[in-house]
C-alpha cells in the first residue's frame, strides 16, 4: 500500500469549465499506480470540480448558461466584498463538489467513455487554482 500527493495549478480565465482529464492521467501514468482511489481537492471556495461531458461544448455552455442564471450577479447579495461574482461564485461551490474520489483498476482511471475531469471556474476574472490529488492504493 502506497500514497502518492501531486499538487496541479491550473490558471483560469474567466467563468468556463477546465478540463483536466490528461494532466490527472498522465500522473497516474508516470507513477504507475495499479489499483486504488484517487481523491482529488481544490483548495477554493469559489470554484469547483465536475466529472462531465468532454466531448461536445455546448454541454459547458448549457451548464454556464444554467448556473448563472441558478446564482445571477445582479442579485444584492451582502457579501460582496470581492465583486459581483463573490457570493453567486460561493453559491456555485456550495451546489457542486470541492472534492471527487475515483477509482483506479489495473492502471486505468474508471471514467466513462464522454466523461472528463473539470474545474468549474465561477469567478469572472483569472485566478490560479490548485488541485491536489491524493492517491492510495498499490
Known amino acids: 500500500m502506497k500514497q502518492n500527493f501531486f499538487e496541479l495549478n491550473i490558471n483560469t480565465n474567466g467563468q468556463n469549465l477546465?478540463?483536466?482529464t490528461h494532466e490527472t492521467?498522465?500522473?497516474?501514468?508516470?507513477?504507475?499506480?495499479?489499483?486504488?482511489?484517487?481523491?482529488?481537492?481544490?483548495?477554493?471556495?469559489?470554484?469547483?470540480?465536475?466529472?462531465?461531458?468532454?466531448?461536445?461544448p455546448d454541454v459547458k455552455t448549457d451548464l454556464l448558461n444554467y448556473f448563472d442564471k441558478?446564482?445571477?450577479?445582479?442579485?444584492?447579495?451582502?457579501?460582496?466584498?470581492?465583486?459581483?461574482?463573490?457570493?453567486?461564485?460561493?453559491?456555485?461551490?456550495?451546489?457542486?463538489?470541492?472534492?471527487i474520489s475515483l477509482s483506479?483498476?489495473?492502471?486505468?482511471?474508471?471514467?466513462?467513455?464522454?466523461?472528463?475531469i473539470f474545474l468549474f471556474e465561477h469567478r469572472i476574472h483569472p485566478q490560479n487554482r490548485k488541485i491536489i490529488h491524493h492517491f492510495l492504493g498499490d
Not at 78 to 92: L, N, Q, R
Request: without cysteine; proline residues 3%; aromatic residues 8%.
Open 104 to 116: 483506479i483498476k489495473d492502471r486505468k482511471l474508471l471514467l466513462g467513455t464522454w466523461q472528463g
Open 25 to 56: 492521467l498522465g500522473w497516474i501514468k508516470k507513477n504507475k499506480f495499479s489499483n486504488g482511489v484517487l481523491n482529488l481537492s481544490i483548495l477554493h471556495t469559489s470554484a469547483s470540480l465536475i466529472i462531465q461531458e468532454n466531448a461536445d
Open 70 to 99: 441558478l446564482a445571477p450577479m445582479n442579485e444584492d447579495y451582502i457579501h460582496s466584498t470581492e465583486g459581483k461574482d463573490d457570493m453567486p461564485a460561493h453559491i456555485k461551490s456550495a451546489v457542486t463538489n470541492n472534492q
Open 18 to 20: 477546465y478540463e483536466f
